[in-house]
């Protein structure tokens, strides 16, 4: 009986799997391919171990496994037998199958995912000028550690514990009532995964395949991904120092996605007069706006200006913010502030996409807002991302001088530089990050024709003495 | 002069909102009704704060968001003036729109969404016999939120750190390789903020509208509504005791949704036999499957059954797993093992769709898991949690006798309770939760016609106390 296994067990190979699973792994094999026949008899656990140089244990819980799993039968004798369960199994039952599996068609969505260059993604530590990123260096650590220690330790039960957690709901409402002139009552708050997770609800809630979606050019490319997995027909509508314009001639759109904080990623503001232009437009189109509010928390020119949600609270705006940028990109929770009237649907619409934040994450992001923690982190990296910005546009001057063109923007945590000259920024781009520079070339965030060039840098995330070196090795490869 | 706004400005009235921000609404107001008109010039905020009432420094803030905004000019005078930007507004510019912004269609889904029954929402505390909660109570919330400081106190920096964390992955792949003989490499599991959110992902990377899923029936809303979501054509697959019985007249599916551990709601373990017949079906006919193992790790009788990704690593399954039945429905962190070719593309498709989890968070729960404080909770949880199945069981038979049917689920947190001569389930479901208990109807689970009736009853969060009291509940009302 024990040559029935000669050869063909063997434990003594490389693999970080724990024995038990290797051996049924090696036994479900044997099976699977007919080398074991139904009836055929095992040797004893205590023979099987001493022959395989293992601890008795090891075997019993492998046999105990495939027993559960229907392949081996104990119920007559100590002795496994391979067990009628698995007599499907003549020869390897899947021969028959296509070899690539998993070669067959995706949805069309899925397979267009491959094209996109959306997000860019860098591996490892981050380098400078990757933009969206806070310094993680200057947040408090020690005080948002005790947030999430004390919710942990609530010990209180709710029913639906994590959809959007009131606490959270009412200390974000007050800020965004103090800072942004929003009024809502707090449950047109839906507080999401991600600022993204939130781009994409809405495009999908708003939006039928082949609906018409506006969004800004150069825009940001999270909103081209959500309109598209909504199905929408994309428009690419040109901005100016106004932001976004609104194009005549352009098809008209279902849903109307504008920064208007902080354009991205020119770093304009929407003026008052081009606000009430677009909330006007939207309105008799019946188009919904999306204002994504990205980085709207750091301003250094003036006050933050009111958001479209609050010059018109009647109007079909959907806010969106993150707390990724203003705390730490650890933290990745977002939140839409949705008109009144839909909140049902959104409450629903949240719950079948699963997009839903711990709620213990929730809580202690209220206590850091409650306390005043959220708040005091955000005028000091204001004032610190204000030096920054200030340090890197005079380094660039430094080092490009005169052909370069800086918008100095009236806020956020990252510049576009202009280069009166510069051709291909995807080649400098891709040059600069050999070099270790993270700096996106314009032409990758343009949705229109355009022949406009450039780099954008963030600043936020690295000091005055990183960011000069930085701005050394694009004055390098500009000249 | 400061008849101008005398009876216009107010601030006496109760509200919740800062002063400065009420003023500075009210001025908005004013400008944009047109009762402010261009050019015309406000009091000084000396003169403005003594009328209201108020301190200098509220009007002063307020005046300078309005100045920020763009709807008055101090450039010439310390007195702010209507200003030009503000003279689109020569009347309320909103009248000509519809007042009924947000009555416009929603896409086909979303106000598919006000229809459907899924998921069921339970206000306040949890009621007895609602399914899918942990005990929340037995969660060693004090070791928890020790990981959750230590992971917040982490201060090193990462490029991307909100994807998919490796730490956590290996923890968790080291867990299935064990407990449930899956193989993988670590980068094959992508975390997501809930299990709900890997199903609706999976639907939306393999289903185009039209094509065709397998949904068990009676089975899990949740899968209805994520194929749903993705346009599917769904089919309901009756199942048997061995659960999803393959439906040879049915339309050829391209998703097939299965519960194997315990089928949701009846309990079932799908043996060997089926699983293999399943996993061939579906490679013959191109089909991916979804292997829901949403309460997989409380199992009373025997050990797990290797899961299908287990049985087969070259079939087109996705093994689906969630941390907040074992842990605490706080946590809400679920996550999927795709097949090794298609990582490329799920990573993608998360960062579309915004499906991110706070790193914080993975930090926290690799922690918890590689300290053993997951394996030991679990296990206590299965003893403590087989005590109440069995006493739940004892005490339906003993109040409502020989005419109810249970079957004694092998694992899980929830059973279901079938009874001869019920017919109408939804109304004695409602009427029990008029008393304060939860018991979800059969019928709402169907997705095939069917006369199967019956209650599904979850016993993991309360005591046997609790079972006891609510099992006399059903009793009174089901004799």
């Given at each position: ?133 806070a310094?993680?260096?200057e947040f408090p ?34 800020h965004?009532?103090t800072h ?115 980085d709207g928390e750091f301003h250094?020119?003036?006050?933050p ?16 913010g993150?707390f990724?940028k203003a705390m ?40 850091f807002i409650?306390?005043g923690a959220y708040l005091a982190h955000v005028r000091r990296m204001t004032r610190l991302y ?25 806020g956020?945590m ?46 936020a ?19």
């Amino acid at each position: 009986m024990h040559d029935l296994l000669e050869g063909l067990l063997d434990l003594s190979g490389k693999d970080e799997r724990p024995l038990t699973s290797r051996l049924a792994a090696q036994l479900r094999s044997l099976i699977s391919e007919g080398r074991l026949k139904l009836g055929q008899r095992l040797p004893s656990s205590r023979a099987l171990a001493a022959r395989l140089g293992v601890s008795r244990n090891t075997v019993t819980y492998a046999i105990e496994q495939l027993v559960a799993e229907g392949y081996l039968d104990v119920s007559q004798s100590r002795r496994p037998v391979v067990a009628a369960g698995a007599a499907l199994l003549t020869a390897r039952c899947f021969d028959d199958l296509a070899p690539d599996t998993v070669s067959r068609p995706l949805s069309t969505w899925a397979q267009h995912l491959a094209s996109s260059d959306w997000p860019p993604l860098y591996r490892g530590r981050p380098l400078p000028f990757q933009p969206g990123l806070a310094d993680e260096r200057e947040f408090p650590h020690d005080i948002w550690g005790r947030c999430l220690r004390h919710a942990a330790n609530r010990r209180f039960q709710r029913s639906d514990p994590t959809s959007n957690d009131s606490a959270l709901q009412a200390a974000l409402l007050n800020h965004l009532a103090t800072h942004r002139g929003i009024s809502a009552c707090p449950e047109q708050i839906i507080i999401m995964p991600s600022a993204q997770a939130g781009l994409a609800l809405i495009a999908r809630v708003m939006i039928d395949a082949g609906d018409v979606a506006w969004i800004e050019s150069p825009g940001y490319g999270g909103a081209y991904a959500a309109a598209f997995t909504a199905g929408a027909k994309i428009v690419g509508v040109p901005v100016d120092t106004d932001g976004l314009r609104i194009a005549d001639n352009a098809p008209v759109p279902k849903l109307i996605f504008v920064t208007p904080s902080h354009q991205y990623p020119t770093g304009y503001l929407m003026p008052i007069g081009r606000r009430l232009e677009l909330l006007r437009f939207a309105g008799s189109v019946g188009a919904a706006i999306i204002e994504d509010d990205y980085d709207g928390e750091f301003h250094y020119e003036g006050r933050p200006v009111a958001a479209l949600a609050a010059i018109d609270p009647d109007a079909l705006v959907f806010y969106v913010g993150t707390f990724s940028k203003a705390m730490s990109t650890d933290v990745r929770v977002g939140y839409v502030v949705v008109p009144e009237a839909m909140i049902p649907t959104f409450e629903l619409a949240q719950r079948h996409l699963g997009l839903l934040t711990s709620a213990t994450l929730q809580t202690a992001l209220a206590e850091f807002i409650e306390r005043g923690a959220y708040l005091a982190h955000v005028r000091r990296m204001t004032r610190l991302y204000r030096e920054r910005r200030d340090c890197l546009i005079g380094a660039l001057t430094e080092e490009v001088g005169t052909r370069l063109s800086v918008d100095a923007p009236a806020g956020g945590m990252q510049l576009l530089v202009r280069y009166t000259g510069l051709t291909d920024d995807r080649h400098l781009s891709h040059r600069l990050l050999g070099l270790g520079v993270v700096a996106r070339p314009l032409s990758e965030m343009l949705h229109h024709e355009s022949q406009e060039r450039g780099l954008f840098l963030g600043f936020a995330a690295w000091t005055n003495a990183e960011l000069i070196d930085g701005a050394k090795l694009i004055g390098r490869y500009m000249l």
